[in-house]
């Protein structure tokens, strides 16, 4: 039997288990609350809306589900009592009343439907709640209904339409997300958190939004902050901020199932149970799970596009399966304190692309634990995650006979513990935010990708900030936000100044100006990879090194006379194997060896060979005349043959020639500046707009990994070694004598000895030696190795806008529009001040793309959606992924249907994405796409 199926089976059967065996314990029932929930528009019942009660001190004490009629009950213990009604789509409302013991209580609710709302509460910008009209940064918030209504793969998808997010899809369930650009294969640039905590992988700091316990049934909202953060977040914040907030057991409360199939054999169950224990209702509990399999998309091997990314030995595995289980225990010791603790496992099979290739997860396990402390205004956590490779490995390294490669070990492990205080000054007039973290980086490879560094490889950051918020005026606030942070590896002190200006006119609209520093540090691998990445000529080693510490060219004064540079090379000569050289080679050394060459062929042989170029002389001539021609013998060869230095591009097999070499420092921090301005508006409660324009300066990127040893070659050696020989049979006066006997020249004699001898020497194209760092130099007596490594590099300046709006043409209909605009997605060499380099960078992100569409509801509960997506084309340029991304239009369609009418809290959702088929590649090294169909059905009780 399929193990995909039997995991299916048994993943099932705990769904069922978990339902049937999780229970809580009913409060004391001394009364009754029943009512009914109906629409304010038409008085139509509204089935399956969430109704909780809530004791004095906020503790939550029962609720219940509306039935298909709207209506409600459940009892309570006799008091005061806050009943709070929602719906998905409605506005909130609230009612309180008395309960007294053994009495019914009729709690009647009509709720109107949501409009455009700014005072949406927000926390990712400032790391404290404010309203998003106030925040001193752009800011998309995806609500419960939003997220509940979309159907994919992947949770994050439900983030295509969000405006200045650049997605690429480069399998069924794996995304690539950067926010405005300069995306990559192992993406890790926008700071993704679930629940406050940093949700990428440990060590290699990716975001694998796969192994998230990121889920549709338990996501309460999304939070997307455009634009750097480093001031309140820290380092590798310059791109902005996606927190994804799950809901809790107090507010969300209850059990919902979801199961989902679609196109290539998807297959999706997610689950979660939360509810309240104990008498005083101050113990939550919330257990979430999923598992996913499908056939990925495949690559062709008959492709011109595809074909440089088919591994070596058969297809890549292109079944897909993940699986994902979390708890959480909440205390509410008080009413305004309280004491989370969260975990959870995860486990991913499936192709992914990476920075040194397409890397095969194989049972690839991440876990966290996660400890918060709130009270008031004080917030404290502590997290770990780890991550397990398990047997993972890239395709076409160290593959055996046989195509096994060798796994890749990563059993990182990052800790982090963070404290928040924020207070108010005159009457609430300044809002001051205090805080600090440190994070310990643990990488474990077990040699596998750190060599040579791993038990030097431990990355420790402390950071600490303020920033105030004041009110200048009833209409204009000004923040400004200071933050330092230290990195033991990079060993300096990083300054993240902040400083906004927040105009509101009035209640609905905001202007925005802001100046923002941010930094992003060296990852683990930048600084310590240590990798054996193939072999040149099965010889000569090429290994790819992190540059924490930088690397030193070798060089001695002395060799600058002879060879033109006092560059210090290592010969591959087997003779001398690693010794110290000049670049190029020395002709009397030179000679010698082909002198050793000539008299091992003997007398006989060299004098057929002279009687094949018409010169027929007796043998015991022959032997004199070689005798003569040892440099024992007075033929005396002097001089040098000076090398020429070529970097060779392994990707492309092109050699680059230079004249000399600079050392690479060791890696500093990326620095990015940005100016921006914003508007935020809504007219009429109907039509939400928002308009974004920046500038950015970036200095100090980490470039690519790329070819730093250069070979040695000696493309004059045989005219130089010739002339040479010309010159030392002239100076020894008995072979010249002997020689004019027979009317043979110096010049002949040597050409003709180039002619037999010759061709054991290194040919133009051959090297004689390596270039090699100081500190990648094992000595004489061991191969040299070819050097691959990492430089800062450039310094450029882009801007852009972002542009959204939103119109709610009636209660039914809805529309949505966002266009994105980046001045230019390829920096050449001149562009980034690397005049004189091949150096170059893409975006990775296209320089336009823009998104449309609409949603009808009708009466009846019934929803369809429409939305187009345009993405112009672009080049990518990352790691061994270069190429072009051609421009592509998606149309998606999707539809939902309130089932409540037939069994209470039962919805289903359908979704086609690339509803028309459109086959089209979204980036290099990944298949190309086409069109996925799926449908939800979800039971929520």
Wanted: hydrophobic share 40%; aromatic share 10%; net charge negative.
């Amino acid at each position: 039997m399929n193990p995909r199926y039997v995991k299916t089976g048994l993943l099932s059967l705990l769904l069922a288990l978990t339902c049937l065996c999780l229970t809580e314990s009913a409060s004391a029932q001394n009364g009754t609350i029943s009512g009914r929930v109906v629409d304010a528009q038409d008085g139509l019942a509204l089935a399956g809306a969430n109704i909780v009660a809530f004791s004095p001190n906020g503790n939550m004490i029962g609720g219940s589900a509306t039935d298909a009629d709207g209506r409600y009950s459940f009892s309570v213990a006799a008091g005061t009592v806050l009943v709070r009604a929602r719906f998905v789509g409605f506005q909130e409302e609230e009612e309180s009343v008395t309960v007294t013991s053994g009495g019914s209580h009729t709690v009647d609710f009509i709720l109107g439907q949501q409009g455009l709302e700014l005072n949406t509460v927000v926390v990712a910008a400032s790391r404290r709640e404010e309203k998003a009209l106030d925040a001193p940064a752009s800011v998309s918030i995806l609500s419960t209904q939003e997220i509940a209504r979309d159907v994919s793969a992947s949770s994050v998808e439900v983030l295509r339409s969000t405006p200045g997010v650049d997605m690429q899809q480069t399998g069924v369930d794996r995304r690539e997300l950067v926010i405005r650009g300069f995306n990559n294969a192992f993406s890790g640039a926008a700071h993704v958190l679930t629940d406050y905590r940093q949700a990428a992988v440990p060590s290699l700091a990716v975001n694998i939004y796969s192994i998230m316990p990121n889920m549709n049934v338990d996501l309460d909202r999304i939070e997307v902050v455009r634009g750097p953060g480093s001031a309140l977040y820290g380092a590798g914040v310059d791109a902005g901020v996606v927190h994804f907030t799950t809901k809790d057991p107090f507010t969300h409360p209850g059990t919902t199932i979801s199961v989902q199939g679609g196109e290539r054999s998807l297959f999706a169950t997610q689950f979660r149970h939360a509810g309240v224990v104990g008498p005083s209702g101050k113990f939550g509990y919330k257990v979430t799970g999923m598992y996913s399999q499908a056939d990925d998309w495949e690559l062709d091997p008959n492709s011109p596009d595809d074909a440089p990314w088919v591994p070596p030995f058969g297809p890549r595995d292109n079944d897909f399966d993940k699986l994902n289980l979390n708890g959480s225990l909440e205390y509410r010791f008080s009413d305004e304190g309280s004491v989370i603790a969260n975990g959870g496992f995860s486990q991913l099979n499936s192709t992914v692309l990476s920075g040194i290739g397409t890397l095969q997860a194989d049972d690839f396990g991440y876990q966290y634990y996660q400890l918060r402390f709130l009270l008031k205004d004080f917030f404290a956590q502590v997290y770990y995650n780890k991550n397990d490779a398990g047997d993972s490995f890239v395709y076409g390294q160290d593959f055996d006979q046989n195509g096994v490669s060798d796994p890749v070990v990563d059993k990182g492990g990052q800790f982090v513990a963070q404290a928040q205080y924020d207070f108010n000054l005159s009457n609430g007039r300044h809002n001051v935010i205090v805080g600090g973290d440190m994070e310990f980086t643990r990488p474990d490879t077990e040699g596998t990708i750190l060599g040579r560094n791993e038990n030097d490889d431990d990355i420790n950051e402390y950071g600490g900030y303020i920033q105030t918020t004041s009110r200048v005026t009833d209409m204009l606030d000004l923040t400004v936000a200071l933050r330092t942070d230290y990195h033991s590896v990079v060993d300096e002190v990083q300054l993240s100044p902040r400083a906004a200006l927040v105009f509101k006119p009035n209640t609905s609209h905001s202007f925005r100006a802001t100046y923002n520093r941010a930094f992003s540090s060296p990852g683990t691998n930048f600084s310590f990879l240590d990798i054996v990445a193939g072999q040149v000529g099965g010889l000569i080693t090429v290994r790819g090194l992190g540059a924490a510490d930088g690397f030193t060219w070798e060089r001695n004064a002395a060799f600058e006379p002879i060879a033109g540079t006092d560059l210090v090379a290592s010969s591959l000569n087997p003779a001398s194997l690693g010794a110290p050289t000049p670049v190029g080679l020395p002709l009397d050394a030179t000679y010698a060896s082909v002198y050793d060459g000539l008299a091992a062929l003997g007398t006989p042989t060299i004098a057929a060979i002279l009687a094949q170029n018409g010169l027929a002389l007796p043998e015991p001539v022959v032997g004199q005349l070689v005798a003569l021609l040892s440099p024992q013998a007075g033929t005396n060869v002097q001089g040098f043959s000076r090398g020429a230095m070529g970097i060779v591009n392994p990707n492309t097999g092109q050699t680059n020639f230079v004249n000399d070499l600079v050392d690479i420092a060791p890696l500093d921090q990326t620095i990015t500046q940005t100016f921006e301005v914003g508007y935020k508006g809504v007219f009429n409660n109907k039509l939400l707009v928002t308009i974004d324009g920046y500038y950015t300066n970036r200095e100090d990127f980490v470039g690519p990994l790329l070819m730093e040893t250069p070979l040695v070659f000696v493309p004059t050696l045989n005219a130089d070694l010739q002339a040479a020989l010309t010159a030392g049979i002239a100076g020894n006066a008995q072979l010249a004598g002997a020689l004019s006997q027979f009317g043979l020249s110096p010049e002949a004699v040597s050409g003709l000895l180039m002619g037999i001898a010759g061709g054991s020497l290194p040919d133009a194209e051959t090297p004689v030696a390596v270039v090699q760092a100081a500190e990648n130099n094992a000595g004489p007596g061991a191969v040299p190795e070819l050097m691959l490594s990492y430089r800062n590099f450039g310094n450029v300046d882009f801007f852009g806008a972002d542009v959204a709006f939103q119109y709610l043409a009636s209660d039914a209909l809805s529309l949505f529009g966002n266009v994105s605009l980046v001045s230019d997605d390829f920096f050449d060499a001149e562009e980034l001040d690397e005049d004189g380099s091949e150096l170059s960078l893409a975006l990775n992100a296209p320089t336009f793309k823009g998104r449309g569409g609409a949603q009808y509801t009708f009466r009846n509960g019934l929803s369809v959606n429409l939305a187009g997506r345009y993405t112009e084309e672009f080049p990518i340029r990352s790691g061994p992924f270069e190429g072009t991304i051609d421009s592509y239009f998606l149309l998606d369609i999707g539809a939902g249907y309130d089932l409540s009418d037939f069994t209470p809290g039962l919805r289903l959702d359908v979704n086609v994405t690339n509803v028309t088929d459109n086959e089209h590649y979204e980036f290099i090294g990944a298949p190309q796409l086409g069109r996925m169909a799926m449908a939800r059905l979800t039971y929520s009780f």
